[in-house]
């Protein structure tokens, strides 16, 4: 029984990232949003990486993806400026949110092969990551933000897949409200 408790304990640390904000924004100038707002737009694009590559382990790159910011319940999102002055024990914040949970080892496996870069998944997770900041960056570019697209070319030299490489130019291209307006205009056209 006192398994469940630890997994309740866990569900509220994650939780907690629907309430911490994403710092950078406010260097930025605009926008906003949470760190788990932030983890769900990496799941989605490491699922979509992950299906681009046939030999990556789509099941893992989503792992990664998922445990990617969980140490920031702990440790807070420290943005490039905040990085500068401060540190975390971003490892130790990993292993303690972790410990004793059933999946313990498998995590901490993979957070450790996020966090070293070597493998084609942790590299897939990591892009996925940069995707999702690109897709916001993308948006505040197009609602007028002239930071946006300095932080944009930062984002752009982080990648390091092809397939993410490439999905940042599709992002690039596509204007950020095209996804709903072409299809409204375009069914407003027929009627």
Known sequence: MQSYYRLAKSLFEAAMLKRLKRTGYAYLGTGEESVAAHSFGVIY???MLASMVPEADTEKVIKMAILHDLAEARIGDLNSVNKLYDTA???RAFSDALSGLPFENEALGLVREYLAQESLEARLA?????????????EQ???GNPYAPRWLAYARKRLKTEAGRRLAEAVLETDWASWWLDEFVARDDKA
């Open 45 to 47: 694009a490491a699922w």
């Open 126 to 138: 990591h892009d996925a990551d940069q995707i999702d900041l690109i897709v916001m960056l993308k």
């Open 141 to 143: 570019k197009d609602l």
């Open 89 to 91: 024990d971003e490892e």
